[in-house]
């Protein structure tokens, strides 16, 4: 009996800060296999979501990993956004943040965030919670197709 291959998904990190984004990119050319995108504010993040230029030629991410504390456009704006538009609203959003406080916590989830995940401080610890996400998100849950 041959083991099925989990599907490969689009991921969009929505991340501005260059470490976590270095850590992510390690994470997922480790030890994943799907495609990871990274725009560092929440303005280009909803003009990716939205296929507008630049981004108009970029697949649609079937997640989403977005920090809260974002210049431009901040995380909870941009889920605003992406729960409100009937286009965006069936891509989980995992916000992905330092934040361990219970307002931004309540206020993501009042958002519909999927689910909230605080960083952990130490490297292990953040490929390790990467690992988890994904496999959560390409091995136990299913995802819509298309949009």
Known sequence: MTELQPRIINVLLVEDDPGDVLMTR???????????????????A????????????????????????????????VLQEVK???DLQHIPVIVLTTSQAEEDVLRSYQLHANAYVTKPVDFEGFIEAIKQIDHFFVSVVKLPTGG
């Open 26 to 44: 390690e994470a997922f050319d480790e030890y994943l296999h799907n495609r990871l995108d990274v725009v560092t504010d929440g303005a280009a």
């Open 46 to 77: 909803l003009s990716y979501l939205r296929s507008e230029e630049p981004y108009a030629d970029m697949p649609r991410p079937d997640l989403v990993l977005l920090d809260l504390n974002l210049p431009r456009c901040d995380g909870r704006e």
């Open 84 to 86: 409100s538009d009937p």
